[in-house]
């Protein structure tokens, strides 16, 4: 699987990923250290990549209109390693199941929101 994440991500969250056997890219090592997440999730999508972010007003826009793949880490940066890896089978059975989820990643578990068109 390929995952973009989103220039709030820690960079230890794309060695995790690595080991596990996935491809992930920074916005930096494709070129678009300074695009919005608009267009992040537009070049994640059209990759046919999950986009990972932490940032809450990302994830309610990708809620409001739904396209891809999105992952919504809500957790502090220093456990973020640990809250995706703990339960990244569970995720990317989720993300693989649909062409378009907003996925929201806790402490707790994996909980895909609705689909909302605003």
Known sequence: MLFILDH???RAVAGMLRRH???CHSAGEVGLATADDNTLAVYADDKG???VSHDA???QRRR???FGRHIH???LQPFAVQVLEKHLDELIE????RDSIVIKVTTEGVHPYPRNWT
Do not use: V, W
């Open 8 to 10: 709030c991500i820690d």
């Open 21 to 23: 056997g996935h491809r």
């Open 49 to 51: 990549a999950i986009f």
């Open 57 to 59: 007003e990302a994830a």
């Open 64 to 66: 409001e209109n739904t």
């Open 73 to 75: 880490l809500k957790c």
């Open 94 to 97: 989720l993300a693989t199941s």
